[in-house]
């Protein structure tokens, strides 16, 4: 074997062995709701795991020992800070690390495009750190090629050779925040390599804190694989909202539709309709590939149709909450309006790309009184787009019972439904939760 050969296997070898017996040093860029399960999880096999996030807060928390997300307890928080989790905002520690997973926001620009300079911004940051023999996993959702073309040439660029002293991958995230049927541990995770010495490398990351591990045969592969699982989603999602309003139109309940299809063994997956998209992924990711598909002349029909049905929902329901208020001789116009549950969806504190936001909005514009009821919200956060000076109200048969209407965004178990039904003057449903429409109880 050639000296060149010696030196590169070294550092593989060296570092797979440092992976596999798990005195390796983990360091998690982007402590979110990613990046934080995940630390917690390669603290809990016995890794040393350091978190960097430019947000001081979370550092400072986690250093308390405290939780900052309400689907992840104080006690796994401490329990992982007791086996070696730390977070920092000190970003000269990267050169102590073996691996570095790359877990910051992949948002969307104003015209719908990419924005990923969270990632570009935070290669810049920790290439000054860097040293032989690390490897860097990107996990933030991208468009195909991302990897390849922004993170190896900055590598490169770097004066590091990518298979040889540092090793570059990609691999997915498929955090669900809230499902309690899956944990970290337990989601196949895809991943990839740029080279198959990356691979190996990546391979030896991730098998030591995931149960099942796909590898796959290039970074374009794993990313494209995450947007075609969102995309798949949105799709799906938009299709099943157009039936709710077919449904609708022709009187028929489309529950009991989508529960009589998901008798069916095979070529069925139950999809359910809602008020619109939400949170982080499945409102912004399919548009990452739609960018990147233009560069090919390619023109993603179906991404584009899917986020025009799934977008009009919000509409949907405040025409819906019309519907509703005359029914009663009202109108939008002077009616006092509760929506119940602002967060994207049910049992989570994030409120990213909410509907019940969008709703909120739309129906203050049109002259309602709106307040609002989350108990994961006691007061209304600061958005981009949206202010709303408001605190959550208590839920009870007295606060139900002050509104003209009561509308379920997100519905939240925490909830009482058998309350909100009885209490409510009128309800305007987006979530299936009533088994019936009644003369008060309206679906959207
Ligand atoms: N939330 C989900 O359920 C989910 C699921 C699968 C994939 N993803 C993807 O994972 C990625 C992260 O999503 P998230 O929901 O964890 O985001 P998040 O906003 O919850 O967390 C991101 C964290 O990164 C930090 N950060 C931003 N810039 C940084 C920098 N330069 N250096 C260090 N830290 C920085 C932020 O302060 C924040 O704490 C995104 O690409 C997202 O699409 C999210």
Redesign the pocket.
């Known amino acids: 074997m050639n000296i060149e050969n010696t030196i590169k296997n070294s550092f593989k070898d060296h570092l797979i062995h440092k992976l596999e017996d798990r005195s390796a040093r983990i360091g998690i860029?982007?402590?979110?709701?990613?990046?934080?399960p995940l630390a917690i999880r390669y603290a809990q096999v016995g890794y040393t795991v350091t978190g960097?996030?430019?947000?001081p807060l979370?550092a400072e928390k986690i250093a308390a020992g405290e939780t900052y997300f309400k689907h992840i307890p104080n006690q796994r928080v401490r329990e992982a800070v007791n086996n070696g989790f730390s977070a920092t905002?000190d970003?000269s520690l990267v050169g102590e690390m073996d691996a570095l997973i790359?877990?910051?926001?992949?948002?969307l620009k104003e015209q719908r495009e990419p924005d990923i300079s969270?990632?570009t911004?935070?290669m810049e940051?920790?290439l000054p750190h860097m040293r032989h023999g690390q490897i860097v996993s990107l996990?933030?959702?991208?468009y195909p090629g991302t990897t390849e073309e922004e993170l190896k040439p900055r590598l490169q660029h770097a004066g590091f050779e990518i298979g040889k002293d540092c090793f570059l991958a990609y691999s997915?995230?498929?955090?669900?925040?809230g499902n309690t049927d899956f944990t970290t541990s337990t989601i196949p995770k895809v991943v990839s390599g740029t080279t198959p010495d990356c691979l190996q490398v990546a391979i030896a990351l991730y098998s030591g804190v995931i149960d099942q591990v796909v590898p796959v045969s290039s970074t374009q592969v794993a990313e494209m694989s995450?947007l075609l699982e969102?995309i798949h989603r949105a799709v799906n999602i938009g299709l099943v909202n157009e039936m709710k309003i077919v449904a609708d139109k022709m009187g028929i309940d489309i529950y009991q539709v989508i529960a009589a299809a998901a008798t069916k063994p095979f070529g069925f997956v139950a999809y359910y309709p809602g008020p619109g998209l939400g949170?982080?992924?499945i409102p912004?990711?399919p548009f990452y590939l739609t960018w990147k598909a233009r560069e090919y002349g390619v023109n993603t029909r179906f991404i584009e149709l899917a986020g025009e049905i799934n977008s009009y929902m919000p509409e949907w329901v405040v025409e819906k909450v019309g519907e509703a208020l005359n029914s009663v001789a009202k109108t939008i116009d002077g009616s006092r309006i509760l929506v119940l549950g602002i967060a994207y969806k049910k049992n989570v504190d994030?409120i990213?790309e909410s509907p019940s936001v969008e709703i909120m909005k739309l129906l203050s514009a049109q002259g309602a009184m709106v307040e609002y009821c989350d108990p994961y919200f006691p007061n209304f956060p600061k958005m981009r787009n949206y202010d709303f000076k408001l605190q959550s109200r208590t839920f009870s048969a007295a606060t139900l019972q002050e509104y003209d209407c009561v509308v379920i965004g997100a519905d939240h178990d925490l909830f009482d439904y058998e309350l909100i039904f009885s209490k409510s003057q009128l309800v305007v449903d987006t979530r299936g939760r009533a088994k019936e429409q009644t003369e008060h109880i309206f679906r959207a």
């Open positions: 860029i982007g402590l979110g709701y990613v990046g934080l960097f996030d430019i947000d979370k905002t970003f790359i877990c910051v926001p992949t948002p969270f990632v911004n935070t940051t920790i996990e933030s959702t991208t997915p995230e498929r955090e669900d925040p995450k969102n949170g982080h992924c912004i990711d994030d990213r």
